[in-house]
């Protein structure tokens, strides 16, 4: 179990028994966004921009090399965005796709992933999808946002879909892309991910994030008044038993368990792990786990949709 401290209340008597916070476990912690109340949860380091990258390759793989599902045909009067865009790497895939004429604007609530050379095209800069400027009400013929599961909470879903809704231009399409949540199942043959996950879902509930948002994702764009509402998705078979693209999605989904480890361990490990080693060698284990023993698989879904025209 993980130590537990005290808050006092300077010795002023209270009704309610005091409140008890878990003590973090110490560790060699990465780098975060520091967005004022935001609550992502994955690092934004060097480390990190390569996983994206495997990630973005492991996507395109399976969904046949395509990343523009909404029916668009873009042009130099089309304007683009994408947010939460990280490194860039969707926009960027897409401007080359497109053509340099068009323009496109990818933001995010941190910069330090940011493409150091971008396209002229692309302009990067700093928005919360939760917020985005008021004068950019039907600007955009195409908005883009993929992976914000370990990012928005509960109620910001509905406010992030309802922001895309408002800078699109009517008869403007929406893309959403997002991955089914890890659940936690007992497995006497993958006791490591039985405890990862547990920690992964303990965290996202300590942060009221949504772990079945890309289930709900089409009636949130209903409700937000999007008509036309279509979507594709594919299974990722993890480990080595699935081939070389196994071998692939087990790295990038390691790499996420490796990246959550600081915000699992800052809030004490959640009475699965008491230090950092315990939670390193459950990464190990979990390499080893996926490899051998077949059936690990996580469904991704991406979403399109169309602002009406009038
Ligand atoms: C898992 S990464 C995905 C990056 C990129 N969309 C991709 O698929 O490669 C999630 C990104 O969302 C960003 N993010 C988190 N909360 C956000 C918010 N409220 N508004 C905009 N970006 C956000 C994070 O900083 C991070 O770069």
Redesign the pocket.
Known sequence: MSKVQDITHNGLPSANPPERIPAPIEHAARIY?A?PK???I?P?DDL?VPR??I??GD?KTLFGNKVLFAPVTLDANDKVL?????????IMDLAESVGPLVPMVA????SR?FPVCPPKNITFGI?????LPRDWTNSFSFV?????????QVH?WPT?VGELYRVLRPGGWVQI?ETAPWVEAENPKTPCMEKLTAMYCALLRSRNLYPDCAQDIPAMLEAAGFVDIHSESRIQLIGKWAGEIGVTHRVNHVGVFRGIKTPVLDAGGFGIVTSEAEYDDLLDGLDREWDEVPGTEKEIVIVWAQKPSV
């Open positions: 966004q967005y935001a609550q992502y994955l934004a990190e994206l990258l990630q973005h996507w994408e947010v939460a865009t990280g490194p860039g790497f969707w933001v995010d609530i941190e992933l928005e919360s999808v939760t917020n883009h946002q993929r992976l914000l599961i370990l990012a928005l910001e992030a892309a």
